[in-house]
Nanobody, 124 residues
Framework: QLQLVESGGGLVQPGGSLRLSCAAS?????????IGWFRQAPGKEREGVSC????????LYVESVEGRFTISRDNADNTVYLQMNNLKPEDTGLYYC????????????????WGQGTQVTVSS
């Protein structure tokens, strides 16, 4: 089981930027980990925003953030980042970091370990 700690959320105006960080610990040997960023907006289903393979660097994005968000990983520090540019009010939500050793996917149902979340609010 991984322990995941998110940080970097806050209040930003439309068009602004934030960088979220997900620090992971408790890795098991010989496992291929997928780390994902998910968000939950009021009255909305949990949504996979972007996911990345720690081993291979392959990344997935939901269409609504394509070209605006970039996911990356620093394996030396066991940290995954989500750079969010040109933020929109609809990006508002509680952002979670999650991990799985299963299928390369950005569907929240396949992720096993979750952080506590960091709030992102985009408002003028």
């Amino acid at each position: 089981q991984l322990q995941l700690v998110e940080s970097g959320g806050g209040l930003v105006q439309p068009g602004g930027s934030l960088r979220l960080s997900c620090a992971a610990s408790g890795f098991e040997p010989d496992q291929v980990y997928i780390i994902g960023w998910f968000r939950q907006a009021p009255g909305k289903e949990r949504e996979g925003v972007s996911c990345i393979s720690l081993t291979y660097g392959s990344a997935l994005y939901v269409e609504s953030v394509e070209g605006r968000f970039t996911i990356s990983r620093d394996n030396a520090d066991n940290t995954v980042y989500l750079q969010m540019n040109n933020l929109k009010p609809e990006d508002t939500g509680l952002y979670y970091c999650a991990a799985t050793t299963g299928t390369y996917s950005c569907r929240w149902g396949v992720f096993d370990d979750w952080g506590q979340g960091t709030q992102v609010t985009v408002s003028s």
